[in-house]
């Protein structure tokens, strides 16, 4: 009897620390509407879009929720939040889309790449190089340059832009495609 005592006594405290752990966060970090999910698709084109679109001092009027944060990003539902401009703002008008080729590497939900090294003027991973558009600076401050994973899609209005997704941050910003090695 002693024995099957002291056996359940010792399996309960290898066991306690194991139910006392909390369940791991979403990839995306604390906020579970922003992040922790990797949209399944980019964001639909818009169709009604203003004609002269509001502009935030980043360049979008991104802000939809106290805690969200104030960059585009994407909620867990797969809302593109910030992305509402349309194919009428000329701040992201290229008289050379694709002017390095276009991105082969794969986009969207399958295709996670680790930022291997740069920053914003120009990043890479996998042999491909990028660089985040000038109005999209203050959207990747606390972006980490050689360790975020990120996601590619295809900018359903800008012709020539990306967007590149933050999976930990749950952020993104438009990105010009540069070539790869």
Known sequence: MKKAVGLAVLTALFLLPAFAQRKEEPRGGG????????????????????????????GHAVSDKPGHPEAPHVHSNGQWVGHDSGKNDARFHLDHPWEHGRFTGGFGKGHVWHIAGGGPSRFWFNGFYFSV??????????????????????????????????????????????GNN
Not at 35 to 58: D, E, F, R
Not at 147 to 156: C, G, L, N, R, S
């Open 31 to 58: 906020n579970r509407e922003v992040g922790g999910k990797i949209p399944s698709h980019g964001p639909p084109p818009v169709k009604n879009a203003p004609a002269h679109p509001v502009q935030a001092a980043g």
């Open 133 to 178: 558009f000038d109005t999209d600076l203050a959207y990747c401050s606390d972006w980490a340059w050689n360790t975020d994973e990120v996601v590619i899609y295809e900018d359903p209005d800008h012709p020539g832009f990306y967007l590149a997704y933050n999976v930990r941050l749950g952020t993104y910003v438009h990105v010009l495609y540069l």
